[in-house]
């Protein structure tokens, strides 16, 4: 299968835990992005990636996520102190930087706080 | 403030039948791109159509068609020949051309069933 994988698919933590979401994209996709996803909404979006350069943050990432793409391939987005509001699918998708812009997702990673 | 508006939850079609969804967006912008994405249960969000603002006609893949109406600032889809795999629900999305392709702003979505 060579589309976007994320890993863990379904994460259960208690308050106050730190958890780690990995994301495998296309191997040829320059770009990645983290959405995320509450029940009942669509995405949102979070950061996103060119190469190992986090060129964007949205304002919904606070200080207590953060995301890295260290060697410009997989990704990883970690949630310090979770709260019960980060309950949520997050999606992470990437694309190539030219082209038809089409984004990719992968299957999401489901968390939640209890 | 939301800037993607889609007003119906839900959805019901019949297979065979022509269902469409509704989407309406706001800016202030006079290019930019628009998008319908696709998200079956438990399985990943796929692109279903798009469009070019500054491109008058109305995208058409397969069974899937939009009817873009940019001075009313209106995006819906058709579905036609409706399929029991159509069953998903339904985004719409907006890109500002200034914008990272993939930094798109979602409607909230619409649950499209279908029924034999």
């Known amino acids: 299968d060579t589309g976007v994988s994320q890993n863990p698919r379904h994460k259960i933590t208690k308050r106050g835990q730190n958890v780690t979401f990995r994301c495998d994209p296309i191997s040829e996709h320059n770009r990645l992005y983290w959405y995320r996803q509450t029940l009942g909404q669509g995405p949102e979006f979070l950061t996103y990636?060119?190469?190992?350069?986090?060129?964007?943050k949205s304002r919904l990432l606070s200080d207590r996520f953060s995301a890295e793409r260290p060697k410009g391939s997989f990704s990883t987005l970690e949630i310090q102190r979770t709260e019960q509001g980060d309950s949520a699918m997050y999606l992470c998708?990437?694309?190539?930087?030219?082209?038809?812009?089409?984004?990719?997702f992968g299957e999401g990673s489901r968390l939640t706080v209890l | 403030a939301q800037t993607v508006t889609q007003s119906q939850p839900e959805m019901s079609v019949q297979e065979a039948e022509t269902v469409t969804l509704s989407c309406t967006y706001d800016?202030?912008?006079?290019?930019?791109?628009l998008f319908w994405y696709k998200q079956p249960p438990s399985r990943q969000m796929i692109l279903v159509i798009r469009q070019e603002a500054y491109k008058q006609q109305n995208a058409t893949e397969n069974r899937f068609s939009v009817n873009f109406q940019k001075a009313a600032k209106s995006f819906s889809l058709k579905i036609s020949d409706s399929q029991l795999g159509d069953a998903a629900m339904y985004f719409c999305?907006?890109?500002?051309?200034?914008?990272?392709?993939?930094?798109?702003?979602f409607g909230a979505g619409t649950q499209v069933v279908v029924t034999p």
């Open positions: 999305a907006y890109r500002r051309t200034t914008d990272s392709w993939g930094k798109l702003q």
């Open positions: 998708a990437s694309s190539l930087e030219y082209g038809t812009g089409e984004l990719f």
């Open positions: 990636f060119q190469n190992e350069a986090q060129l964007e």
């Open positions: 800016t202030s912008e006079s290019d930019y791109y």
